[in-house]
């Protein structure tokens, strides 16, 4: 470690040598390495954080450069998935930091080797379903998370100290139903919403990463940078009122695998299916109304197909959605990407 490079933030009294130094031997994981994870990973690494895994399922496209502020133009014309672009850009920043970039799909049947030694996990991620995952590991871990989420102009943050604080099912108990939520591909997303609330992650990180965790407040942050407001939630109360069942009866649904989507490759057809975890009933027109903002939409009483404008490579894709949450996604025969378009356009 050069203390130099440190200087000003050992200057800081939260932090100091100690900090420093615990900083510098700390393991962490990063979830996704979208806008949310950019600036995570980016702040992290010049902090000092000796040790950070990166997992990411996606690819550089030129629609990311607006907010992900580790991307550039050069990594959308090579192709890059996002980890392999980050890892290139974070050891320019700070080649003292080692830096671990894991190109994969987490699930239930993956995320436990992601843990391994970390002491603290991080939610750079855009889907309800690894959130969820994410929190079961937490519990079974005894790792804590800090859940980050923003969409449109607004961000949301809330650390998760398992068996101690409230965990996202004290909060939610159940995800919000598959295509009832905004997501950054249907609504949009401001890079600035999405710096406010990566940062705050970010403080809450370097604070309990440095050993002021019990300084950290018990409280859901929503920001919202379009209308000027923040506000706080208290959540220190909440676990003890909620009779959540993954605190209290140790429930890990994600975790064991019951509450997954599926992709199945449907042979000769240049097409995917995805299958939520569970069977569901959409509203056909309330879906089409979100997917004008992906291109042209076609809409019967048996399903809804959108014609994708935005090109994926020499893709050109077609995605056709059911009533019981159930996807078609014609124009490729991968199923790692057909998932990232189910969970880009239906918010899982
Ligand atoms: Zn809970």
Redesign the pocket.
Known sequence: MSPSRYQKQMLFAGVGLDGQQRLAGSHVLLVGCGALGCVVADTLVRAGVGRIRIVDRDFVELSNLQRQILFDEQDVAEHLPKVIAAERRLRCVNSEIAIEPIVADVDWSNICQFTEGVSLILDGTDNFEIRYLI?DVS?HAGIPWIFTGCTGSVGQVMP?FPHDS??????MPTPPPLGSTETCDTAGVLGPAVNVVASFQAALALKILTGHAHEVARKLTIIDVWSDSFRQVDVSK??AT?Q?????QGERLWLHGSQKSSSTILCGRNAVQVTPPEKLTLSLPDIANRLLAVGEVVLNPFLVRVIVSESYGEHSLEITIFPDGRAIIRGTDDPALARILYSRYMGT
Not at 166 to 171: N, Q, S
Not at 244 to 248: E, T, Y
């Open positions: 929190n519990l998760v409230a965990c996202l099912r004290c909060l909440l676990r909620s959540c069942p993954a605190c209290f």
